[in-house]
């Protein structure tokens, strides 16, 4: 089995698609990672669990821009 770039994409791209399918409600907030755990104070460095968090409200964000101007255009 040979280690090429498509394999490096592929891995990426279903590694993000991985992440943008969690749903905060039915998936996360039932592990404890829902939207109202990982607040911090103000001044507070943010835990790892609040990046991880941060990381995947992030990626979801950017795959629905990405959805939405690819429906955009025919």
């Not at 891995?11 to 907030?29: G, K, P, W």
């Not at 109202?36 to 821009?65: C, E, H, W, Y």
Request: glycine share 10%; net charge positive.
């Amino acid at each position: 089995m040979a280690f090429t770039l498509y394999t490096l994409i592929q891995t990426a791209i279903l590694c993000t698609n991985a992440i943008a399918v969690l749903h905060e409600e039915r998936f996360l907030s039932k592990i404890g990672w829902g939207v109202d755990q990982g607040v911090g104070g103000f001044g507070d460095d943010p835990g790892v669990k609040a990046q991880v968090l941060n990381l995947i409200r992030s990626v979801r964000t950017v795959m629905r821009v990405f959805n939405s101007v690819e429906k955009s255009f025919p």
